[in-house]
């Protein structure tokens, strides 16, 4: 009998902590089903370590992994289990480079501002490892996510608190009215495979080749740009409205997935909020290399460089100008940590989320909570969070013992959209035209642009777009939720994909399905009437409202989006199973590293693991796979039901604790699961485990309550981590022994 092979994917922060208590504990009951279980490093961390391998001896090598994976997507034996990683800003990855320095990595220092060819190359090397490096490779098929009946009736039974909204509220949702992407989005579809240039021509005609680009045959290719001129007008119009309306101001972008464009939306607020500022200390700032786009921490950590004198006069200014603006929305109000301090702090999905949870309020500067402009530029997705937030205004607060559930399909298949878009974004070096001109030299797009101006191509493959719509009219019949397709016809690419979308419909046997297109407020508006009304619906989007929405209504609805179910079914045959979002992973580290307890919930692994393994029985490994599998399904019911999540205080459960139940659950399941060998196996683990309950949990308990040391946060010693995430030696011996 071949083996089937599980891809568990080594990443970050605090799944990856995770994976040190729980993959020995998956490696043990999976030991015996025909499958291998290897762990594959594409951390931030391993990622540098690999990019530049050549610099380094023997013993720190790394292989880059990451173009392993890249490899077996497109093959049909591809079984990927996925953790969220760090998407990369700039901020972290210069800690990451300086702890692997620290650890005796011969690592080079990231060039902010390179000058000679040695440091552009080096830029570009390090380029490749910021935003999304990682999801564009793996994810070579489209979205398919939703919570589970088991985490839904969790959610019934213990329902997470969602603060009061005042029908007096000021929260509003500000957006650009014009010059924006939304409105300057023009788009083609290809009729043929062909090389298009992307080509700036400036005021004098000189023109300049940007890049060449190869598009397939029914390609829907497009582009957009930004005026930044009238995005600084509109920042300056926000803040002093939030000013004179006495609310706090909040900006929420996409800074780590879009690391080419956000970045300067991001560091544009900055430059509007501290205008006097830079009016002031310009030439300061400049000769210390300080960059808007990297946030506040930039300026912290180059400010040294400047005269004592010279940093209390900036030190001032800035506490001046936090005291005349608007007040400013805080990440951390008692370490006086803004919204604009690192691009990476504030991100959109995760954060218009936890404002509505909050009462549609973020924390001020003095610690308490306050209504807030949710200012999110463009406009083409700002106008479904208006639409939401106004309901909630109207209507009240959710209710997650009540609501419904907003399932999602989502085009992400070959680096689809607007994620697809960071090799084809550029800025102007000066006011003129950027041409899209096909090989007979006919222009097929034609932007006007002033220098400095965001300009950015973006592409959804023909594959891509039918194999999507196609898994929505599945997703569809195996739910009998309807279907709504969030695309708006009077945007220059939802039209084009509406028109393929009606062609795959046509031929596709639609009866009992119900189907709607509707550009996203009129989508949000008909969801969130069947929300409250306690119906499902699938959301069927695009990439970037599919990462927007499955954190939306996942966290109303459960609390958090992690206990997402989120299957990659890959064009090429296989599967990626991703486990859930990491927005909250840096808290919960920076909680582990100060009183060693984790309050990750790894509910997202167990449910990847358990269609991992149905696959896998596809692949070869053995029918005793299933059995396993289903086993687990019910551990994991059991686990919810029971409430063995992870709490949030030291003393209370942790992630290692909820681990123990787990392996509790699944072995009961498996002692009693029909199959003789099994329920051999398994009755005495089962038994162990239940009779050393309170030894282990005791042994997990006194290793809490202080600080705990890894080795590293970003690249942890794996020695010392796989301590701290095994510290109950009786837990241990039975797993080991299984």
């Keep these: 009998m071949r083996k089937a092979k599980v891809v568990w994917t080594k990443i970050d922060e605090a799944p990856a902590l995770a994976t040190y208590s729980l993959l020995p504990i998956v490696k043990a009951f999976t030991k015996d089903a025909g499958i291998d279980i290897e762990l594959r490093d594409i951390s931030l961390a391993g990622r540098v370590i690999a990019e530049f391998s050549d610099r380094l001896p023997e013993d720190k090598k790394q292989a880059d992994e990451l173009a392993y994976l890249g490899e077996l997507v497109l093959k049909p034996e591809a079984n990927i289990i996925k953790l969220p990683n760090i998407s990369a800003s700039i901020p972290q990855l210069v800690a990451t480079i300086k702890e692997l320095q620290a650890q005796g990595y011969d690592i080079p220092d990231f060039p902010e501002e390179p000058k000679t060819a040695e440091e552009v190359e080096l830029r570009k090397r390090f380029s490749k490892l910021l935003g999304s490096a990682v999801n564009p490779v793996l994810r070579q098929g489209n979205s398919d996510r939703r919570l589970s009946k088991a985490v839904k009736e969790y959610a019934k039974k213990f329902p997470h608190k969602m603060r009061d909204v005042s029908p007096d509220s000021k929260s509003y949702v500000a957006h650009m009215e014009k010059n924006d992407f939304y409105q300057n989005e023009q788009s083609f579809i290809s009729d043929k495979d062909q090389t298009v240039k992307l080509v700036f021509e400036g005021k004098d005609g000189k023109t300049e080749v940007l890049k060449e680009v190869d598009v397939k045959k029914g390609e829907v290719f497009s582009a957009s740009s930004l005026n930044r001129r009238t995005l600084r007008d509109f920042y300056e119009a926000v803040i002093n409205d939030a000013k004179e309306k006495d609310i706090l101001f909040s900006l929420h972008v996409k800074a780590t997935m879009m690391k080419i464009s956000d970045p300067v939306l991001f560091g544009d607020a900055i430059r509007v909020y501290f205008k006097e500022l830079f009016d002031e200390f310009g030439k300061e700032l400049e000769e210390i290399g300080f960059d808007p786009n990297n946030g506040l921490v930039d300026l912290e950590n180059k400010l040294s460089k400047l005269p004592e004198g010279v940093q209390k006069d900036i030190k001032d200014k800035i506490q001046e100008i936090l005291q005349k603006n608007a007040r400013m929305y805080m990440v951390d109000s008692d370490a006086g940590i803004t919204n604009l301090h690192a ?396």
């Design 343 to 738: 691009p990476n702090d504030v991100i959109i999905d995760a954060s218009i989320p936890a404002v509505i949870k909050n009462g549609l309020q973020g924390w001020g500067p003095d610690g308490n909570t306050a209504d807030t402009v949710i200012t999110v530029p463009d406009r083409t997705y700002a106008r479904m969070y208006k639409e939401i937030v106004s309901d909630i205004v109207k209507n009240g607060q959710f209710d997650p013992a009540k609501v419904g559930t907003v399932q999602n399909v989502g085009l992400m298949a070959k680096k689809a959209e607007e994620y697809g878009s960071h090799d084809k974004t550029f800025f102007p070096p000066e006011d003129g035209y950027i041409k899209t001109i096909d090989e007979d030299g006919n222009t097929l797009m034609c932007h006007e642009v002033e220098e400095g101006d965001i300009w950015r191509a973006y592409s959804a493959k023909d594959e891509a777009v039918v194999d999507w719509a196609k898994l929505a009219v599945r997703r569809a019949k195996e739910s009998g939720y309807p279907i709504v397709f969030w695309l708006d016809s009077n945007r220059a690419h939802d039209a084009n994909i509406i028109k393929k979308v009606v062609d795959v419909l046509r031929d596709e046997d639609l009866s009992g399905v119900e189907y709607h297109i509707m550009a996203p407020e009129k989508a949000m508006r008909y969801t969130l009437r069947r929300f409250r009304a306690g119906e499902g619906t699938i959301s069927v989007t695009g990439n970037v409202l599919r990462d927007y929405l499955t954190d939306l209504f996942p966290i109303i609805e459960v609390g958090t989006s992690a206990r997402t179910l989120s299957i990659v079914p890959l064009l090429a045959g296989g599967g990626v199973f991703e486990t859930g979002a990491g927005g909250s992973a840096p808290k919960h580290v920076e909680q582990f590293l100060k009183e060693g307890h984790l309050r990750w919930d790894s509910l997202g692994e167990f449910m990847a693991l358990v269609e991992s393994l149905k696959l896998a029985v596809k692949q070869g490994a053995s029918e005793k796979t299933t059995i396993i599998a289903d086993a687990l399904d019910r551990a994991v019911g059991k686990y919810l039901n029971n409430d063995k999540t992870p709490k949030r205080k030291v003393g209370e459960l942790d992630n290692r604790g909820s681990h123990y139940y787990l392996a509790t659950y699944w072995a009961e399941e498996l002692a009693n699961s029909g199959d003789s060998e099994l329920e051999a196996k398994f009755a005495p683990v089962a038994k162990k485990l239940q009779e050393n309950e309170e030894q282990i949990l005791a042994e997990i308990r006194a290793v809490e309550g202080k600080p705990t040391d890894i080795g590293g946060y970003y690249h942890p010693d794996d020695a010392k981590a796989e301590a701290a995430m095994r510290p109950s030696k009786v837990f241990n011996e039975i797993i080991d022994n299984i």
